[in-house]
């Protein structure tokens, strides 16, 4: 089972820059779709990116303002977020999923069986 630890989470003004990291344990991730979730209370989770070896996906409300990004060697998946907005405040959480891509169910929550702990992002002036 993959160990997943979620950092980079902090307090931004609109139209700051974060980067988040998910560092992964116990499994290689070269194997996994990886998955960028976020949640605000109330509300579901919300699928933001995915990534694999094989495809690259993102949310409409996120698509060319972040980029995800993964490291095979450090076992790192990274998601860089340029041009924030008070509405992307949640906490961020990365997932993984067995399967090898990340396809048309990639926002869907409950495939994937590997969550970190997730990681406050708080866009605020």
């Known amino acids: 089972q993959v160990q997943l630890v979620e950092s980079g989470g902090a307090l931004v003004q609109p139209g700051g820059s974060l980067r988040l990291s998910c560092a992964a344990s116990?499994?290689?991730?070269?194997?996994?779709?990886i998955a960028w979730f976020r949640q605000v209370p109330g509300k579901e989770r919300e699928g933001v990116s995915c990534i694999s070896s094989t495809d690259g996906l993102y949310a409409d409300s996120v698509e060319g303002r972040f980029t995800m990004s993964r490291d095979n060697v450090e076992n790192v998946v990274d998601l860089q977020m340029n041009s924030l907005k008070p509405e992307d405040t949640a906490v961020y959480y990365c997932?993984?999923?067995?399967?090898?891509?990340?396809?048309?169910?990639?926002?869907?929550?409950?495939?994937?069986?590997?969550w970190g702990q997730g990681t406050q992002v708080t866009v605020s002036s």
């Open positions: 116990g499994a290689t991730l070269d194997y996994y779709a």
């Open positions: 997932a993984t999923d067995r399967r090898l891509r990340c396809g048309s169910t990639w926002g869907r929550a409950r495939r994937y069986d590997g």
